[in-house]
């Protein structure tokens, strides 16, 4: 079994008026996002929606001094974008949603145990931002042993330096293999 982790595609992050959106090239990703998506359920692969949630207050968070409000809990800004949105409600049992409150996906959560209980070693990514999330979630596989498989096809940046450098580490330093060029 492999593990695909679908890194935030949410309103917030994507859509024209998301309050923290990657805009054109996050849109640009969602067929090919939602294609890999759905090839991994299909074959009953392990498929996380891993979701950033923030609280109105959260005065102690180290992003608030970041960025603006996004992803709040119980908004339609935290909801998954476009077709992901439809592919997640027609059958919500086929994925596991995994809410995190920091870039990684690792960070605080039970992705690590999930992985492990399943016996999965190869891990996939896609989805925002390719050097922010996409970035920290993949530092952190590398450092507990995981192979990483990046869908170059499926990640975007609201800053094209910033993306373009972060799949150039991803081969180069965490050693992942790089598809869907
Ligand atoms: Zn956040």
Redesign the pocket.
């Known amino acids: 079994m492999k593990g695909l982790v679908v890194i935030d595609y949410t309103n917030d992050f994507v859509a024209t008026n998301g309050a923290l959106t990657t805009g054109l090239p996050g849109q640009a990703i969602e067929a090919a996002l939602v294609a890999t998506t759905k090839e991994f359920i299909e074959k009953q692969d392990f498929v996380v929606m891993a979701v950033?949630i923030?609280d109105q207050k959260g005065q102690y968070h180290p992003?608030n001094r970041l960025?603006p409000p996004?992803?709040l809990a119980g908004t339609s800004g935290r909801e998954l974008f476009g077709s992901l949105k439809e592919l997640y409600e027609a059958d919500e049992e086929a994925v596991y949603w995994l809410d995190k409150r920091h870039y990684s996906a690792f960070s605080g959560t039970d992705l690590d145990i999930r992985l492990r209980e399943r016996g999965i070693s190869e891990l996939h990514l896609v989805g925002v931002c390719t050097d922010i999330c996409v970035l920290h979630t993949a530092v952190d596989a590398y450092n507990l042993g995981y192979r990483l498989v990046i869908h170059q096809d499926g990640v975007a940046s609201f800053d094209a330096v910033g993306h373009d450098w972060a799949l150039k580490h991803f081969e180069n330093t965490l050693g992942a293999e790089i598809v869907g060029k």
């Open positions: 950033d923030h992003e960025f996004h992803n």
